[in-house]
């Protein structure tokens, strides 16, 4: 293996986007204070935090659209921060805006193409190119439709289609399904989750809705310009949410008995018991030791909504953070 491809092999195995120690400040006011995180080549990331949190602020950074005040930010292996670089990071990245950029009175088509011009393609990239947004998206039965005149679902299509005509590592998307009906929202978060697996490409996410966080391969969640939790989405619900056990036992003063013997609290209707449990082994361990006594069981993982909340409402010192695993899965 030559040099060359032997480098360009170990940046595939590196992470893609490489934060340390990032900092912006507005003025007299700290935004972004200090973050550090990775991502991933090829996976879906997800990027929470309540209003203000600084979500914006860094994206918008990493996107060089803002400069940042300290630290170090590496994409695809370029360091961020020289006009050279930038520009070089702008090619490999694509970004869909919370607003459309596109022109309300040209055609699907027309703006698509219109903004492939602007990356210097020969004429014969440009279409190959077109013909390459118009399937992954499924543009074909809009093409010719003005862009005014499509739905919330089919634009937000168009305006992936625009961010993508270069191919780039990188799709950054800022709430892309913000505003839409639930029906249309799982229509273009398939299309990401699409473009992730088919292309390999990196997704950016920032989402105000736990749901599709839930199927994110790594989360940071931020408040108040400081990471607060990071991982995956199995992990963050093992230590931020507890599970639910319901439990009929065969004879209800029994289980009573067993549950006050061990001191926890639970409500009970219709026979049925039910304890919070911080964690789905230890609901395995109360299982095991009562078994003899169980009737019927049923453990309720917690969601990714209860370590939103959870983590808001919790004020978490810096020795309680968890460490950001590049390798966990
Ligand atoms: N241009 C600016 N000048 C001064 N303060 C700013 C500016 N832009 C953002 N801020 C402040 O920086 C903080 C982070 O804002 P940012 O927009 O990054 O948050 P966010 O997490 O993206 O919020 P949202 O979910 O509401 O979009 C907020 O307190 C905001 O008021």
Not at 87 to 97: D, P, T
């Amino acid at each position: 293996m030559n040099i060359y491809k032997a480098e360009n092999e170990l940046n595939k195995t590196k992470p893609i986007i490489d934060v340390q120690g990032l900092v912006k400040n507005y003025n007299t006011h700290q935004a972004v204070k200090g973050i550090s995180f990775q991502v991933k080549r090829g996976s879906l990331f997800a990027f929470l935090g309540t209003n203000g949190a600084g979500k914006s602020t860094t994206i918008e950074i990493l996107c060089t659209l803002l400069e940042k005040t300290s630290g170090t930010i590496k994409i695809n292996g370029i360091s961020l921060g020289t006009r050279k670089n930038n520009e070089l990071i702008r090619k490999s990245i694509g970004i869909v805006f919370q607003q459309s950029l596109l022109d309300e009175k040209l055609s699907v088509k027309e703006n698509i193409l219109h903004r492939g011009r602007l990356y210097g393609f020969t004429k014969q990239e440009l279409i190959e190119n077109w013909h390459f947004v118009k399937q992954a998206l499924h543009l074909e039965e809009i093409e010719h439709q003005q862009y005014e005149t499509l739905s919330g679902g089919q634009k937000r299509r168009v305006d992936i289609a625009r961010a993508i005509i270069h191919k780039p590592d990188i799709l950054f998307l800022d709430e892309p399904t913000t505003g839409l009906d639930p029906q249309t929202r799982l229509f273009v978060w398939d299309t990401i989750k699409q473009l992730q697996k088919e292309l390999n490409m990196t997704i950016f996410l920032t989402t105000h809705y736990m749901e599709e966080a839930a199927v994110a391969d790594e989360i940071v969640i931020m408040k108040e310009g400081k990471i607060i939790a990071a991982g995956t989405p199995h992990s963050l619900k093992e230590h931020h949410a507890s599970d639910q056990l319901s439990i009929t036992f065969l004879e209800e003063t029994i289980g009573r008995h067993l549950l006050l013997e061990k001191g926890l609290s639970f409500t009970m209707k219709n026979g049925i018991f039910t304890i919070n449990v911080p964690s789905t082994l230890e609901a395995l361990q109360l299982l095991k030791e009562w078994e003899p006594s169980i009737h019927a069981f049923e453990v309720i993982k917690g969601s990714m909504d209860d370590v939103f909340i959870r983590l808001n409402k919790e004020e978490i010192g810096d020795e309680q953070l968890i460490e950001f695993s590049h390798s966990a899965q």
